[in-house]
């Protein structure tokens, strides 16, 4: 196992070297110029020069790009035009609320969606499974922003259960931070009050953002669910004179659980990825709203810092998901 999972480790580095380089050229390729931006709009043309010098822009883009390279390896991902901090601050400062955002909606995602699926697919054609097929069909329909909004309309503005933006209330602040998670570190703090806040915040951007894998998960469930259970193994368990509930849980449940695995790792990526207009949306001070943010002012180096994030985390959920095989088949082996 650990050697399959070096070697895919190392099978990574093609893949971030591509992200790197087409993030490079689609930031030079743009018409934008960040470097007259920072500059001002009041800056002489020498003004201007001297800062591409600064930037090293002046260079010749394979010499820029190595420059890029080296840097990320020395931990220099560049510097943001916008907040003036260096690129990899910012991002340690934002990526903690953009996982907790993501874990929570996984979590939500993953409680409703297994159980959904498999009472569906348990009670195939009744009125559960019916409510399971309009739950994964309007899941996928609905736009997550315009989603949102509704919350906020409805729950935060109107009905005042749930706050409609950020991540805390000023009045009570922050916890004491330890890992950036806020709802963690109240957790860990003992500070119940601040727990409770948090996670009233992270209430309605964390279900919005889990309604598109809850609908996925489902149907991936639901469907692996049925074609175990019309398998031979599971009808000569039942014939055995076996619980129902030991066949549906140790032996059905547990087959049926690989693709939903497989589903549920892409989700976490296609989460982080996908989660910039949840968090502009809801104020979410998270990597999405900072790209997003940052692709207002043309700041090129936080949204190549923040794709490389994305996909190295994608990379490394898919290794994890990888791993899990094992555990739930006993079959699977690694060379």
């Known amino acids: 196992m650990r050697r399959y999972l070096l070697r895919q480790l190392v099978a990574m580095l093609p893949t971030l070297v591509g992200i790197t380089l087409l993030t490079f050229i689609i930031s030079h390729v743009a018409p934008a110029d960040p470097v007259r931006f920072a500059a001002g709009p009041h800056a002489t043309q020498e003004q201007v020069e ?87 069909v309007a899941g996928v329909a609905l736009p997550a922003f315009w989603l949102g909004l509704l919350l906020q309309l409805t729950l935060a503005f109107q009905w005042q259960l749930f706050p409609a933006v950020g991540r805390y209330s000023p009045e009570l602040g922050r916890p004491a931070a330890i890992t950036g998670i806020y709802t963690l570190d109240a957790l860990l703090n003992g500070n119940w009050t601040a727990f409770s806040d948090t996670l009233r915040h992270l209430a309605l951007p964390a279900f919005t953002l889990a309604v598109n894998p809850l609908a996925t998960i489902t149907r ?74 940052s692709s207002f002012y043309s700041d090129f180096q936080p949204i190549m810092g923040s794709t490389l994030v994305i996909g190295l985390t994608f990379l490394l959920v898919n290794l994890a998901v990888e791993a899990l095989y094992g555990l739930l088949d006993p079959r699977i082996r690694y060379g």
Do not use: C
């Not at 931990?75 to 035009?81: K, L």
């Not at 032996?251 to 497989?262: G, S, V």
């Open 50 to 136: 001297q800062l591409k010098r600064y930037f090293g822009v002046d260079q010749p883009l394979h010499l820029q790009y190595l420059n890029y390279l080296r840097g990320l390896l020395g931990g220099d991902w560049g510097r943001s035009i916008r907040s003036k901090q260096p690129v990899l601050a910012d991002l340690a400062r934002y990526f903690p609320a953009s996982l907790e955002l993501v874990g929570a909606a996984i979590f939500l995602a993953v409680l409703l969606g297994v159980p959904l699926g498999v009472v569906s697919a348990l009670r195939r054609n009744s009125l559960v499974d019916n409510l399971a097929r309009v739950v994964a």
């Open 220 to 293: 991936m469930t639901r469907a692996s669910m049925l074609e175990v259970l019309s398998r031979d193994y599971i009808k000569t368990a039942r014939a055995s004179g076996l619980a129902p509930w030991t066949v549906i849980t140790k032996y059905a449940l547990k087959n049926a659980m690989i693709p939903t695995t497989t589903m549920i790792g892409l989700n976490v990526g296609w989460l982080l990825a996908g989660s910039f207009l949840v968090e502009a949306v809801f104020s979410w001070p998270g990597i999405g709203l900072y790209t997003v943010e």
